[in-house]
C-alpha cells in the first residue's frame, strides 16, 4: 500500500512568488491533514479535511495560505505571495479513522529566498 | 491540550534498552498518550498509544503509572536505525478536530 506523498520534495522561490504544494494521502483516508515545521520551531498543526470538507483550520497563519482538498482526495496548500518566514518543512498526514494515528508523507522543504 | 515536558537528547549504545520518559502533569480524563518517531528528512510515524498501564507492541512498550501524569517509552535492544527524534503528544479525540500537537521531542543518538 502506497504511503502519503508529496510534490514537491524541495522548493526554493523568491519572496512574493507563489508556491502550491501537493499531497496525496492513502487511499481511502478521508482524513488530511497539513502541519509544517519553520526553523528552530516545533511542528505545527495547520488545518484539518474531512473529504472535502474543512474540519478544523485554526492553524492556518494567515491569508495567504489557502488549502483545498476538492473531490475529497488529493490536497493543495498554495502560499501566495510567500514571505521569508514561511520557510520551512510542510507536512501531510492522512488517517483513516478519527484517532490519533495519522500516516505522515516526507515533507515538502520550502524555501523563500 | 496537555502540555508535555521530555528531556531534550539522550544518547546509547546498540544493544541497550533506552527509556525516554514525559511528563504531563495536566493530563485530562480523556486524554490519551502516543508517541511518535521521526527520522531525518522522513515525517513523524506513530509508535504506539495507550491511556493507562501497559501498552506493547512489536516495536515498544509504553508504561503509564496509575496518576497519568507520566509516561515511559521503553525501546527494548536499540540499534543504530533507533535514532530520532521522539514525540510523546498528549490529546483527546474530539468532535472537532483531533489534531496532534508535537513539543520539542527527544533526539535519541544510537552509537556503535
Known amino acids: 500500500e502506497a504511503g502519503v506523498t508529496q510534490f514537491p520534495s524541495h522548493s526554493v522561490i523568491e519572496k512574493g512568488q507563489t508556491v502550491t504544494l501537493r499531497c496525496d494521502p492513502i487511499s481511502g483516508h478521508d482524513n488530511l491533514y497539513w502541519y509544517r515545521r519553520v526553523m528552530g520551531k516545533e511542528i505545527k498543526f495547520l488545518l484539518h479535511?474531512?473529504?472535502?470538507?474543512?474540519?478544523?483550520e485554526s492553524g492556518m497563519p494567515n491569508n495567504r495560505f489557502l488549502a483545498e482538498r476538492t473531490g475529497g482526495t488529493y490536497s493543495t496548500l498554495k502560499v501566495q505571495p510567500a514571505e521569508l518566514e514561511d520557510s520551512g518543512v510542510y507536512f501531510c498526514?492522512?488517517?483513516?479513522?478519527?484517532?490519533?494515528?495519522?500516516?505522515f508523507g516526507p515533507g515538502t522543504r520550502l524555501t523563500v529566498l | 491540550l496537555a502540555k508535555t515536558t521530555q528531556p531534550i537528547s539522550m544518547d546509547s549504545y546498540e544493544g541497550q534498552e533506552v527509556n525516554i520518559t514525559c511528563s504531563h502533569n495536566n493530563i485530562a480524563t480523556n486524554d490519551y498518550i502516543t508517541w511518535y518517531q521521526q527520522f531525518p528528512s522522513q515525517g513523524p510515524r506513530f509508535i504506539i498509544q495507550?491511556?493507562?498501564t501497559k501498552v506493547t507492541n512489536e516495536v515498544a512498550s509504553l508504561f503509564i503509572p496509575a496518576d497519568r501524569k507520566s509516561s515511559t517509552l521503553s525501546l527494548p535492544r536499540v540499534s543504530l536505525s533507533d535514532t530520532a527524534v521522539y514525540y510523546c503528544?498528549?490529546?483527546?479525540?474530539?468532535?472537532?478536530?483531533?489534531?496532534?500537537?508535537f513539543g520539542t521531542g527527544t533526539r535519541l543518538q544510537v552509537f556503535p
Open positions: 503528544l498528549v490529546g483527546a479525540l474530539t468532535y472537532n478536530t483531533d489534531k496532534l500537537i
Open positions: 495507550g491511556y493507562k
Open positions: 479535511f474531512v473529504k472535502e470538507s474543512k474540519q478544523d
Open positions: 498526514a492522512s488517517s483513516q479513522d478519527r484517532n490519533n494515528e495519522q500516516f
